[in-house]
């Protein structure tokens, strides 16, 4: 059996570890930072260790659930040590300097990365027409006004008082990634499977009537067009966090320690 490891311990960490242990593939430690044991423990019931190195030690494969930061600290450790390495931090990846250290760290170690789908869908099919060229990818992006809270929305709208549909970011893959590092790892999927950072269009909106998170995937390509949508319910125990990207990063687990992936 394939031995899983975990990087941080919130809500997304905790639907993993139990639907890992639900499914008869039970993780076998966490990562948490020294003077965090006792709630890493308490959240997930796994043994907990504070270096990347000792849970590289003890898991073949691991999964990042901790964040840009947690991709950042720990990736380029573990993909050194020859591990696999899934994360859900895609948007992390616009770093070009991040980017190219855990580009190094796998060569020399001979880890690989692995990205999930996190909330989105229809990345296989973007991926595939990228074989044949992509003329343009376009990403929108909406979400109740409170679902851009502590974002840089609040320095172009007012997400309290907002009447109607509004954008409040129009750019890049990479531009949003940067400046939206907890609401654009979506975008960052979109851009990686397609045309890249730099060539994906991003619209973000704040939409007062809106009672999901909305994600729009709009492509045209020699393989014809494509026009996905997901409307996406949160983890009931974070709202903040999606309910089908903590369910990605399972499938992913699943499909790199099972004999068929698809």
């Known amino acids: 059996m394939t031995s899983i490891g975990i990087i941080g311990y919130g809500a997304i960490a905790r639907y993993v570890a139990r639907m890992l ?62 591990r696999r390495l899934v994360t859900l931090s895609l948007g992390a990846l616009a770093d070009a300097g991040l980017m190219a250290e855990l580009e190094r760290a796998a060569a020399r170690g001979g880890g690989t990365l692995h990205l999930a789908s996190g909330a989105i869908g229809a990345l296989d099919a973007l991926a595939a027409g990228r074989v044949g060229g992509l003329e343009r990818v376009r990403y929108t992006g909406t979400k109740p006004p409170k679902g851009w809270a502590g974002s840089p929305a609040e320095e172009v709208l007012d997400l309290a008082a907002l009447g109607q549909a509004t954008a409040h970011f ?89 004999w068929m992936r698809i």
Do not use: W
Request: aromatic share 2%.
């Open 21 to 82: 242990a639900d499914g008869g593939l039970p993780a076998c430690a966490v990562l948490a930072r020294a003077g965090s044991e006792a709630p890493a423990h308490a959240a997930l019931g796994l043994d907990v260790v504070t270096r990347a190195q000792d849970l590289a030690a003890r898991a073949e494969l691991i999964v990042d659930c901790a964040g840009h930061a947690g991709l950042a600290a720990h990736g380029p450790e573990i993909l050194g040590s020859g």
């Open 170 to 258: 129009t750019g890049t893959a990479r531009a949003a990634a940067l400046a939206y590092p907890k609401n654009a790892n979506v975008a960052a999927a979109v851009a990686l499977a397609g045309m890249g950072f730099d060539a994906t269009e991003v619209q973000l909106i704040a939409d007062p009537a809106a009672t999901q998170n909305t994600h729009r995937i709009e492509a045209i390509g020699a393989f014809g067009s494509l026009d996905f949508r997901v409307q996406g319910n949160a983890l009931p125990d974070n709202p903040k966090s999606s309910a089908l990207a903590a369910m990605s990063a399972v499938h992913a687990l699943r499909r790199e320690a099972g």
